[in-house]
């Protein structure tokens, strides 16, 4: 990760899958420190209007998925209804 956000913080497993991809207009979030795949954009989010896109390119391990989608409800507001 480039600096914590929201869930999502230090470094995470990502293996199997892995899209090359360049990042123009959306923020890079996080991206790769190894081998191959150095400096390569692993997250992004692309913000239009009043929406956001995020990108993940690639499989991530379930630590990741976590923090992430925790992380993509606080920021759209979404939280766990109380019973």
């Given at each position: 990760?480039?600096?914590?956000?929201?869930?999502?913080?230090?470094?995470?497993?990502c293996?199997?899958?892995?899209?090359l991809?360049?990042?123009?207009?959306?923020?890079?979030?996080?991206?790769?420190?190894s081998?191959?795949?150095?400096?390569?954009?692993?997250?992004?989010?692309?913000?239009?209007?009043?929406?956001?896109?995020?990108?993940?390119?690639?499989?991530?391990?379930?630590?990741?998925l976590?923090?992430?989608?925790?992380?993509?409800?606080?920021?759209?507001?979404?939280?766990?209804?109380?019973?």
């Amino acid at each position: 990760m480039k600096q914590d956000r929201g869930n999502l913080s230090g470094s995470y497993s990502c293996n199997l899958l892995f899209d090359l991809i360049h990042s123009e207009d959306a923020e890079l979030i996080s991206k790769d420190r190894s081998d191959f795949y150095k400096g390569m954009p692993v997250l992004t989010a692309n913000t239009f209007g009043k929406g956001k896109a995020w990108y993940v390119s690639s499989s991530a391990d379930g630590e990741f998925l976590t923090d992430f989608l925790s992380t993509v409800c606080d920021d759209a507001g979404v939280h766990e209804k109380d019973n």
